[in-house]
């Protein structure tokens, strides 16, 4: 396995090194300090299971690079660690395709958790209790029990990917008419309005989707 790290602080770096070590003990740890870094790390390494990202970062902005990684490696999940997590922050994270948000003041029992959810397929969202937290990571949710049928799970799980309907067309093989369709009948079935409140709810219910790929082999 192989995670990159991009956070310019090294104690930052150090801690998650041990920490990402009792995940996998023959974990490949790649590490970058800025925007620079991370693009000539994937592109030496264009295999890394997982990206942690914190977004503050010196020399740009954490949320133009989040974009950028979403858009130049789309099946690389981006796991955002940050300082700041208001409400405003976690959303338009998730909304740039983030499959996770994890506070920087969050315990290691937290982060691993989050690490595996994501890993896993799931998405990884702060809670406001543990309660709710222990239980949106252990539910596992199939695209049936969500009233969908297996074409828009695979809508759904490139929609979580942060992928918009014409690379959702082009990767499915649909027309965008079709594509819409599923998405409105998506948003229909989780009763919300947007991309960014699907991959909440999705977090709230604990769904875990393989990816259309897995299901086919």
């Not at 023959?26 to 264009?46: I, K």
């Not at 099946?75 to 922050?89: C, I, K, N, Q, Y």
């Not at 082009?170 to 989780?190: N, Q, W, Y």
Request: aromatic content about 2%; glycine content about 6%; hydrophobic content about 45%.
């Amino acid at each position: 396995m192989k995670i990159l790290v991009i956070d310019d602080h090294p104690l930052i770096q150090e801690a998650l090194q041990h920490v990402l070590a009792a995940l996998d003990p023959t974990l490949e740890f790649m590490q970058a300090q800025d925007a620079s870094e991370a693009h000539a790390a994937l592109s030496h390494e264009p295999d890394a299971d997982l990206i942690l990202l914190d977004l503050a970062l010196p020399g740009c902005d954490g949320f133009e690079l989040l974009s950028e990684l979403r858009h130049d490696w789309p099946g690389m999940p981006v796991l955002v660690l940050s300082a700041t997590h208001d409400r405003e922050t976690v959303e338009h994270a998730l909304d740039l395709g983030a499959m996770g948000f994890i506070p920087k003041t969050a315990n290691t029992r937290v982060l691993l958790e989050a690490l595996q959810l994501v890993l896993a397929g799931g998405v990884y969202v702060p809670t406001e209790s543990a309660q709710s937290s222990v239980r949106s990571r252990s539910a596992v949710t199939r695209p049936e029990q969500l009233g969908l049928t297996l074409r828009q799970a695979d809508v759904l799980k490139l929609l979580v990917q942060g992928k918009p309907n014409k690379l959702i067309c082009r990767d499915l093989r649909l027309s965008e008419g079709t594509v819409k369709v599923h998405v409105s009948a998506i948003l229909r079935a989780l009763n919300v309005r947007n991309r960014t409140q699907v991959v909440i709810e999705l977090a709230r219910r604990g769904v875990r989707l393989e990816s259309p790929a897995a299901r086919l082999r």
